[in-house]
C-alpha cells in the first residue's frame, strides 16, 4: 500500500511517498510562509506524481496558515483521488523522532513555535511514542520556570532554552518521511489541531465574555 504524507504544520514544507512502510520519495525544505506555493508542486514531483492509496497530513498544532493549507491540499488529492484520509500530530511526529537520539529514560518535552510569544508543548515517554500531558500553549517564560528537562526538542527548543538560560536546545521539524515511526498510533481526524483558542471571536463569542 502506499501512502502520501503531507505536513505543512510548522516553517518545514515536509512530503514523503512510502510504500508498505519504506521510502520511495521525499521532499523537505523549510520554507518559512511559503507552503502554498510549494506544496503541490512538491507533490507532483514525487514517484507517480505521489499517486498513493491513502493520504496522512499533520494537522498541528503549528502555524495556523500551514497547518490549513496542508489540510486543504490533503482533502482536495483525497476527493480526487477517492482516497481515504487520516490525521497525525506534529507534537507526535517530532517526539518518534526525537527518541532515536534521546539517551535517557526521561520524558521528551516537544516544543512546536506558536503565536503571541507563546510555545506549543507536550510531554512524551521516552520512546516517544505516548504521550504524557495533553498539548498545550503556554507563554515563553512561564514555561522556562515550568520545564526542567535537560533536553528540549522541536521548533520552539532554541527559545525555551535561551529563556531559561540553561539545557541543550535540539530543532527538530516534522518530517513526513518520519511517519512510519508513529504508523501504530490511533490516526487523527483530518480537522486543524490548533492547540490554543482562536485570537479572534464572533459576535456571539464577544458578547458572551
Do not use: C, N
Not at 520556570?145 to 531559561?164: C, D
Amino acid at each position: 500500500m502506499r501512502l502520501l504524507v503531507i505536513d505543512t504544520a510548522t516553517q518545514a514544507l515536509s512530503v514523503a511517498l512510502l510504500e508498505d512502510g519504506a521510502l520511495i520519495g521525499r521532499h523537505h525544505e523549510i520554507v518559512g510562509r511559503g507552503h502554498a506555493e510549494a506544496l503541490l508542486p512538491a507533490i507532483a514531483a514525487l514517484p507517480d506524481g505521489g499517486r498513493a492509496d491513502a493520504i496522512a497530513v499533520d494537522v498541528g498544532p503549528g502555524s495556523f496558515t500551514g497547518v490549513r493549507i496542508g489540510i486543504a491540499a490533503a482533502r482536495a488529492l483525497a476527493l480526487a483521488w477517492q482516497l481515504p484520509l487520516s490525521g497525525y500530530s506534529a507534537p507526535s511526529i517530532i517526539a518518534a523522532s526525537a527518541a532515536r537520539q534521546h539517551a535517557s529514560d526521561a520524558p521528551i518535552i516537544v516544543t512546536i513555535t506558536g503565536g503571541h510569544g507563546e510555545l506549543f508543548w507536550q510531554s512524551f515517554t521516552s520512546d516517544g511514542l505516548s504521550a504524557t500531558t495533553a498539548i498545550q500553549s503556554t507563554p515563553i517564560p512561564t514555561l522556562a520556570a515550568q520545564i526542567s528537562a535537560p533536553v528540549i526538542y522541536g521548533t520552539g527548543a532554541e527559545a525555551l532554552i535561551t529563556a531559561r538560560g540553561s539545557g541543550a536546545a535540539l530543532t527538530i521539524y516534522p518530517d513526513a518521511a518520519d511517519h512510519p515511526l508513529i504508523a501504530d498510533l490511533p490516526p487523527l481526524p483530518w480537522t486543524p489541531l490548533y492547540g490554543r483558542g482562536a485570537d479572534a471571536k464572533t459576535i456571539a463569542e464577544r458578547a458572551a465574555s
